[in-house]
């Protein structure tokens, strides 16, 4: 599937985001397989990006009434050609994993069938490091992002549907070792699902950002600066452009001069929202009545990257 430029409302192109790498990444050397076709599945997609490969994980039926394949793959098409990386781990069914690059390879956080937080590395040939984290339960896909500067998080919905983060510690990863979580915090702030999480590489420098959809009537969506504590900074909710609300995961992004905000809205549209230059006070959200079967994930790089299954769904992966 060609990359488009079909999202509702963005107007800057977006550049890389500070720190991004821009060497090309080894491709996978066992268990590979070219997909000329979009993948089924559902859950919202996670995405990251190293230079011109665009990485893609999702979750898909297996059979099994508790789990589901937990899939990852990359692109360096557009989405024209996906080549499967297989790996057996399963995820709950319809949530799907986080991305985040560290330039070199990938790390991948996603719930298992017990609800247990789990995150592993994919180093170009196999996931490594698969630590499943003994206590940490969410029924929600978590969110990754890393601050530029080698510091890591996740974020993630705990059984009361409250915020929690922390950051991810993987120094012991080249033993080979597990990876263990460290300052962790447990917010006050609710979510109906899981959150998104990005790296403000903006003017604004609002570092680390979260985006939830409430708990309230409304569905409201949050937008927010995670400051390392139990209390968030910056908050703010998108304007109440109808309906500028979900009960699913959103999707976030990071430009030159943007935030970007993705996100299956409660009509099932595909909804956009971007900042415009007034980091974070001035969201407001657009669709152009795509509908879509799943939640919205998004990344940004070179482009700034969306992706969510369709009603069929279908794989969609699309770029502005």
Request: positive net charge; hydrophobic residues 35%; aromatic residues 6%.
């Amino acid at each position: 599937m060609a990359a488009t430029s079909a999202c509702s409302g963005a107007r800057a192109r977006p550049t890389a985001p500070t720190g991004a790498a821009q060497s090309k990444p080894t491709a996978p050397t066992r268990g590979a397989q070219s997909r000329p076709n979009p993948p089924q599945g559902d859950g919202r997609p996670g995405l990251t990006v190293i230079g011109k490969t665009v990485y893609i994980g999702w979750s898909s039926s297996n059979g099994t009434r508790n789990a589901e394949a937990l899939n990852l793959g990359w692109t360096t098409d557009g989405g024209q050609t996906i080549t499967r990386v297989t790996g057996g781990e399963t995820t709950l069914p319809g949530e799907g994993p986080a991305l985040d690059s560290d330039g070199r390879g990938v790390f991948v956080a996603w719930t298992n069938s017990t609800y247990t937080l789990t995150i592993a590395y994919y180093d170009g040939t196999a996931l490594t490091c698969k630590t499943r984290l003994s206590g940490v339960i969410s029924p929600h896909s978590p969110a990754l992002a890393n601050d530029g500067s080698g510091t890591r998080y996740v974020a993630w919905a705990d059984g009361t549907g409250h915020l929690n983060f922390a950051k991810v510690n993987s120094a012991n990863c080249r033993s080979p070792g597990t990876i263990t979580l460290t300052r962790r915090n447990r917010l006050p702030n609710t979510t109906v699902a899981g959150p998104a999480l990005v790296n403000d590489s903006t003017s604004a420098g609002l570092g680390i950002v979260v985006a939830w959809a409430g708990t309230d009537s409304a569905h409201t969506l949050n937008v927010a600066s995670y400051v390392d504590s139990a209390t968030l900074a910056h908050k703010v909710s998108v304007a109440p452009n109808p309906p500028a609300a979900s009960a699913s995961a959103p999707g976030l992004a990071s430009a030159s001069s943007d935030l970007y905000l993705g996100f299956r809205g409660t009509d099932g549209k595909v909804y956009t929202a971007y900042s415009e230059g007034c980091i974070p006070s001035c969201f407001s959200a657009g669709t152009d009545g795509t509908l879509a079967g799943s939640p919205v994930g998004m990344t940004g790089g070179q482009h700034t990257w969306l992706s969510y299954f369709d009603s069929g769904g279908r794989l969609v992966l699309k770029s502005f």
